[in-house]
């Protein structure tokens, strides 16, 4: 059976180590790097539909990672910070009744913070970020479940992002019907998109399926439907040539 772990926000890893000081100026000269010798940091981000099992996945990659010495943070959309977090509480709250076109800017506007607050600087120091969705959701949930249209979502999401694009994106792929019966297994109540019909879900797979065709370098397609040891393994194996 799966087992999921609800991520309490904020999910953060490791920040990255400040500069330091040092007395004596050899050390001095050797650290912080200057910044066209800092390594790029890599954007790795997970996708799927609820149920999919991402946040486990998440969390395992991001233990595996760290117990290789890979500097390596762990955030999650809607959230991440202060301000995205709020915007969280907002947009799943089922007392709402959310226009899409409302939904898709909230949701941007909390990616647009996450970038300019937490997303930007790690990378920028190094750190490699996993992140529990990013656009790509929009473009399925929004774009697609929504009908609001994928190349509308995206233009929105260019504008929040200031173009920002991940390195490697991971699908775990479900059937919808899979996902729910997870869903339905879980003992919190829905929030305001589960609450969704089964074509809502349909579409939104079928719209994560178009952009894993669309784009094969970047995506990488895991079959959900398997323990998360294997699921966890296949993810370790879809990012080696990113370490
Ligand atoms: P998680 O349950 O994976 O944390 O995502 C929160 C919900 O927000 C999820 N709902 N369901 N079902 C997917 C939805 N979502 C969007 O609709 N668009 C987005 O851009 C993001 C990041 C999430």
Redesign the pocket.
Known sequence: MLTTTP?TPPIVGDPPAPPSFHPNPREARAEPLPSHLVPDGRLITIEGL?GAG??TLALGLHSALGERGVRVELL???GGVALSERI?EL??DPAFVVDPRA?ALL?AAA?AQLVRERLRPSLDAGVLVLL????D??LA??GG?RELGVESVRAVNLFATDSLAPDRTLLLRIAPADGRARQDMRASAS?R??REDDPFFERIAAAYDELARAEPERFRVIDADQPPTRVLADALFAIEDLL
């Open positions: 991520l609820d991402k946040s999650r959309e809607p969280r947009v799943m939904e949701y990616r529990d969705r990013f656009v959701s929009s949930y929004q479940g929030d998109l589960e």
